[in-house]
Structure formats: structure tokens, C-alpha cells
């Protein structure tokens, strides 16, 4: 059985108890004030504010992830997956100040591994998160989706300046990271999961994304065998790869190299697209389903980018929270039609 998980806040709220009635034991964590909780509700950032390498005030130390992990703990839930990291921008484009950046990296994976959470999902888009043009698209019944056009994107400008950045930057400063970081994260017996770039676009506003097909992938992988060199599957980014996901899943999955799913969908192309509820988008998830189930993969997985529902506000644009019960509900339905 697929390890069924929700992210939620740090912050203590309302859908902490529904998602634990809803079946969810286990959750994906993002640290209070690190990169992704800073800018997951953003579509640029610079990450959160600065810690000294070794602060045991930082996000990743193990003394705050302990914490964290005690306050779930008292509301019935373990902790299997964080996914936030230390700001890491000067790894990514290769700056001075890199190798500290990659240090507090190495304190999260060694705090992880000493504290029991084993899955470590991370993202190589620099200086930005998951891009969106528009976040209260109409959708069934009226619920509000999140989209993505280039046009639209390319009204808005570029983030930096032409030229500032090149992809050859990008895969130098990955290869780099990820000697430093793997033997560590293997003693620790935490898997890093690569997350792809939203969209997977080879550049979103000047910016160079190198996250953005199936082959980038393959090329992460043979970069290092190691068990922690993983990838965090979400579907709704790979669904604009590939027409054929669930032999994505097949593929990676049968090697062992999913650690973490994000069950989600999408309508259009990486220049033109829409987010769906589960039972609406462009893929046959039963189909994505049973690869999961044929591959044994019992990893963590959750939605993602869920459509705001009547009567919630759309302050937090695709973790609404009527849209991921229906997800939790669909996905567990979904899988228990399966294996059954």
C-alpha cells in the first residue's frame, strides 16, 4: 500500500485534523522561514532569512526539525518527507558562497537521517519556485484553478537579464552539489528527490530551467547510483514530458529510483496549461496507478495543486482545503480499486 501523506504547514490549522480523519498518518513538511516556505506563494524569491552554517536556530537544524516533528507527533502524524531545503541559489548558479550553502544542506541530511525522516525533496530552479500566470481560473462548477501561458509569461518580463544565466551554469553547479551531498546523504539514509521544474520549461521568463524532460532525468541518474540520488515524481510535470507517464513510472520505478510522488494533473503543454481535478485531467491515473502498484513502489505520496473550492478563499492558490480532501479521497480510491 502506497504511504498516503498531505503537506502541511508547520503552523498548526483546522486541516491537520481533517486530513488525519481523511486517513493521512504521515506528512511533508516545509521548515518555518527556509527556501520553499518562503516562496511557495510566490513566483519570485530569494528564500527566507539568513542563519549562520551551524545556528541551531536555523529550519534544517536538527533541534527545529525535532521540534517540528514533536508538534505533528502530538496530533497522531509522523514525519516522512520534508520538503524545503536551505536557500541554495549560490550552489545552483555556482556562486562564492556556495560550499556553506551546500554545509547547512549536509546539517539538514545528517539531522533527517538521526531524527528518522528519510525523504528528502528538492528543486534546482534558481532564484524562483513553481511559475503561474494566473491563479482563479474557472473550472468545474466554478472552482478556481491555477494556469500557466508563455505569452502571458513573456508580457511580464524576464526575472534577469539576458544571458545572466545559462543552462551549462546550472548542470555544472548540480554535478557539483550532488558529489558533495550524496555520500552524506547515503550514511544518513536519506533520499534526495529531485523535483522537476513547474513548468518544465527549458526557460520560464528568461530563466534557464534544466528540470524540464524525461532525458534530463536520465541524465541525473546516471550522474551516481547511489540509492539517495532519487527523483520526486510529480505528475502533473511529467504529464508535459511525455505522452506516455505511466511508462515513466515503469521505467524509474522498476530501477528504484521514485522516492516521493506528487499525484496530480494538468490540461494543456508546458507553454499553455491548467491545472484539473483528479478525475479531469489529460492522463489516465488508473493507468499511472497500476505502474506504481506493477513496480511495488510504497513510497510517500500526496496531491498536489488542488482547485479552490465554494466558500474557501483563494489566499493559497492550489492548498485550498476542500480540493484535497476530494484528492485524498480520489487517490485512496483509487489505489484500493487497484490492488484489489
Known amino acids: 500500500m502506497l504511504q498516503l501523506t498531505e503537506m502541511l504547514s508547520a503552523r498548526p490549522e483546522p486541516l491537520w485534523k481533517l486530513a488525519k480523519q481523511c486517513g493521512v498518518d504521515d506528512i511533508v513538511a516545509t521548515m518555518d522561514g527556509a527556501e520553499q516556505d518562503q516562496r511557495m506563494f510566490a513566483s519570485i524569491g530569494e528564500g527566507g532569512p539568513s542563519f549562520r552554517v551551524d545556528s541551531p536556530d536555523a529550519p534544517w537544524s536538527e533541534r527545529a526539525i525535532a521540534h517540528q516533528q514533536e508538534v505533528y507527533a502530538d496530533y497522531g502524524f509522523g514525519l516522512s518527507v520534508i520538503e524545503d531545503t536551505p536557500p541554495l541559489d549560490l550552489v545552483r548558479l555556482g556562486l562564492p558562497g556556495r560550499d556553506e550553502q551546500i554545509e547547512s544542506f549536509i546539517i539538514q541530511v545528517r539531522a533527517m537521517g538521526a531524527l528518522g525522516v528519510s525523504t528528502l525533496c528538492y528543486n534546482?530552479?534558481?532564484?524562483?519556485?513553481?511559475?503561474?500566470?494566473?491563479?482563479?481560473?474557472?473550472?468545474?462548477g466554478?472552482?478556481?484553478?491555477?494556469?500557466?501561458?508563455?505569452?502571458?509569461?513573456?508580457?511580464?518580463?524576464?526575472?534577469?537579464?539576458?544571458?545572466?544565466?545559462?543552462?551549462?551554469?546550472?548542470?555544472?553547479?548540480?554535478?557539483?552539489?550532488?558529489?558533495?551531498?550524496?555520500?552524506?546523504?547515503e550514511k544518513a539514509g536519506v533520499r534526495l528527490a529531485l523535483h522537476p521544474d513547474d513548468p518544465p520549461a527549458p526557460v520560464v521568463r528568461?530563466?534557464?530551467?534544466?528540470?524540464?524532460s524525461v532525458d534530463s532525468y536520465r541524465r541525473v541518474l546516471a550522474h551516481s547510483a547511489s540509492p539517495s540520488n532519487a527523483i520526486t515524481l510529480c505528475q502533473g510535470n511529467f504529464a508535459m514530458m511525455t505522452d506516455d507517464l505511466p511508462g515513466v513510472i515503469r521505467e524509474f520505478g522498476s530501477a528504484d529510483r521514485v522516492a516521493f510522488v506528487h499525484f496530480r494533473d494538468v490540461v494543456g503543454t508546458a507553454d499553455d496549461f491548467v491545472e484539473t481535478f483528479h478525475d479531469a485531467g489529460q492522463t489516465d491515473l488508473a493507468a499511472c496507478m497500476q505502474a506504481y502498484y506493477?513496480?511495488?513502489?510504497?513510497?510517500?505520496?500526496?496531491?498536489?495543486?488542488?482547485?479552490?473550492?465554494?466558500?474557501e478563499s483563494n489566499e493559497r492558490p492550489g492548498y485550498a482545503t476542500l480540493g484535497r480532501l476530494f484528492a485524498l479521497g480520489y487517490i485512496r480510491g483509487l489505489e484500493d480499486s487497484i490492488s484489489r
Do not use: C, N
Not at 156 to 176: K, N
Not at 206 to 212: K, Q, V
Open 124 to 140: 534546482w530552479m534558481a532564484k524562483t519556485s513553481w511559475a503561474r500566470t494566473a491563479v482563479d481560473i474557472p473550472t468545474r
Open 142 to 185: 466554478g472552482a478556481l484553478v491555477t494556469g500557466f501561458s508563455r505569452k502571458d509569461a513573456e508580457r511580464l518580463g524576464d526575472v534577469i537579464e539576458p544571458g545572466g544565466v545559462t543552462a551549462d551554469q546550472l548542470w555544472s553547479g548540480f554535478g557539483y552539489f550532488l558529489d558533495a551531498v550524496l555520500p552524506e546523504a
Open 206 to 212: 528568461g530563466m534557464p530551467r534544466i528540470m524540464s
Open 294 to 311: 506493477d513496480v511495488g513502489f510504497s513510497g510517500p505520496i500526496r496531491p498536489d495543486h488542488v482547485p479552490t473550492m465554494a466558500g
